[in-house]
């Protein structure tokens, strides 16, 4: 799914694209992928490397396009073998265009669309919406912890009172979770400081930069706190 945004004042959908808009791209159709690679001329690795779910976060410089891959918190089924997980949001940009391409619908871009709608003043570039793309993620590790925390906790009350496999079998799902999230930040973090001196950055950017870098290490200590916690816990 393709949805064109014009971002100079405020956010809003327009019907088709335009230079310098913001083209988000949700669970892509073959459609939407020849649109990328045919229209807009973006290089097919691009999009096939966003599509692999293990891809690490990183940047990619190719004949005027830049690649940002950034891991973003994402929850599966509660059943599923590991529930809270982390996938690729790969942001493009070059040559008067500005993509994001995730291969999954997240609960992050919804609210990210929802949130700069509600501050009405869009983005002054597409290195200031990178960014904020960057602080939402951070915001939504904290969202997601907290509810691991909330999980955590709960299991352990149980296991207070007897010895139960679900409730160890619990136990290790967020085990790995907690792996997936401190990986995944700490390469957030990693891509963060690189990012800052290879892109554009103004005045106003440095202290969204300083932002994200505070999120995303309150992000990093929690996860590693609960991690120690289980850690103890299973002992």
């Known amino acids: 799914m393709r949805t064109y945004w014009n971002t100079t004042n405020g956010l809003r959908t327009i019907e088709e694209w335009q230079q310098g808009c913001w083209v988000q791209v949700t669970c ?5 992928c020849d649109f990328l690679e045919h229209t807009l001329g973006i290089p097919d690795y691009f999009i096939s490397d966003i599509a692999d779910t293990d891809e690490r976060a990183r940047y990619e410089f190719d004949e005027g ?10 929850v599966k089924e509660v059943r599923s073998r590991t529930p809270y997980i982390t996938i690729p ?9 500005c993509v994001t391409l995730c291969n999954f619908e997240t609960n992050m871009m919804i609210d990210f669309v929802s949130c700069q709608q509600r501050r009405g003043q869009g983005f002054t570039d597409s290195v200031d919406m990178v960014f904020r793309l960057f602080l939402s993620s951070a915001v939504w590790y904290l969202k997601r912890l907290k509810q691991i ?3 955590l906790e709960k299991s352990k009350e149980n296991l207070d009172r007897h010895i139960d496999n679900a409730d160890l079998i619990n136990l290790s799902k967020l085990q790995d979770s907690l792996t997936y999230f401190i990986t995944s930040i700490r390469g957030n973090e990693t891509l963060l400081s690189k990012l800052k001196f290879k892109l554009p950055v103004d005045e106003l950017d440095a202290d969204l930069i300083e932002d994200v870098n505070i999120e995303m290490s309150q992000a990093r200590e929690s996860a590693s706190i609960y991690a120690n916690i289980l850690d103890s816990t299973m002992d």
């Open 89 to 97: 949001l790969g942001i493009i940009m070059g040559k008067g265009v």
């Open 65 to 74: 396009w830049i690649l940002i891959i950034l891991r973003i918190p994402y």
């Open 149 to 151: 925390n909330t999980l």
């Open 28 to 32: 892509p159709t073959q459609e939407d």
